[in-house]
């Protein structure tokens, strides 16, 4: 048994499928994500890997099978109360307000789990104020440890790919999950760039967060994960570390066989 068996399973998946009419886009996946993970998800483009992210929270309804957080079955809930109570995520597509501010962008991920409804908002009620002083102290916070307060007041669009997606990370990290999805974070990324977010995000997870990842850069995967699921055509493949994803003949064929070789990504 390895150190990982004894960690507590966050977010479970009993075999999910998901079907678009005769396309199997996710079929009979398992998953177990353990507190304490980053947990890689790859495969190739199109293998099921952003509608898998979909119905872990709540934007795809499964076709079947069952999606479990903590033992609580999230097959039933929405997407706003997944986002509200369980799991935080970013988008393939960097989805920010790019005409609002950084600061305000993160507010946005705090005003979730706030109380204040529009009329609170529009009489500016004490309780409008108080969640107001309170969102604004914890974004702040939250962006200096980002490393992005100087930028408070930048319009989102007036930032780099890599400081937005920066950016839409300190927003889902103001809903204080355990765990955070992110769906191709380094895509767009110079190299540069790309080592700086796998370094933020493993200090993340040294300081108690859980993180699922689908990524294309295998640098990044294998030197960043624990543990490795690999999708091909909605079905997984294989799920191990990454030096057995890399020894996998299956994997390798599937996945690096077309010029790849996930060795090459250990050098
Ligand atoms: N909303 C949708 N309607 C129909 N087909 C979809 C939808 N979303 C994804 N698909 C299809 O499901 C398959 C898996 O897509 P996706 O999950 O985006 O793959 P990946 O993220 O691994 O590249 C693809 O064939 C894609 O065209
Ligand atoms: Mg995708």
């Known amino acids: 048994m390895s150190e990982r068996d004894n960690r507590p399973v966050l977010l479970e998946a009993q075999g999910v499928c998901k079907y678009f009419g005769g396309l199997k886009a996710v079929e009979n996946v398992d998953m177990q994500i353990r507190e304490g993970d980053i947990f890689g998800i790859i495969g190739p483009n199109g293998a099921g890997k952003t509608t898998f992210f979909n119905m872990c929270t709540g934007m795809y309804p499964v076709t079947k099978g069952k999606i479990l957080f903590e033992g609580n079955d999230l097959t039933k809930l929405n997407t706003e109360e997944i986002a509200e109570k369980y799991i935080a995520r970013t988008f393939q597509n960097i989805q920010l ?21 529009l009329f609170d908002a529009i009489l500016h009620s004490r309780r409008y104020h108080d969640d107001e002083a309170y969102t604004t102290k914890k974004s ?50 110079n190299p540069q760039e790309t080592q700086s977010l796998m370094e933020f995000i493993k200090q993340l997870n040294a300081d108690g967060l859980t993180i699922a990842v689908i990524e294309h850069d295998m640098k990044f995967i ?7 699921l690999v999708l091909n055509f909605g079905q997984k493949i294989f799920e191990g570390t990454p030096q057995e994803v890399k020894e996998n003949r299956e994997v390798q064929e599937a996945y690096f066989g077309k010029g790849m070789v996930a060795g090459e990504a250990l050098k």
């Open 97 to 117: 307000f790019r005409f609002m501010t950084v600061l305000e962008n993160v507010k946005i991920g705090c005003h979730v789990q706030t109380h204040s409804n």
């Open 140 to 189: 702040l916070d939250i962006l200096k440890r980002i490393g992005l307060y100087e930028y408070r007041d930048v319009k989102a669009s007036n930032l780099s790919y890599g400081m937005q997606r920066k950016v839409e990370i300190a927003r889902a990290m103001a809903l204080d999950h355990k765990i955070l999805l992110l769906d191709e974070p380094a895509a767009g990324m």
């Open 222 to 228: 294998m030197n960043s994960c624990n543990r490795i």
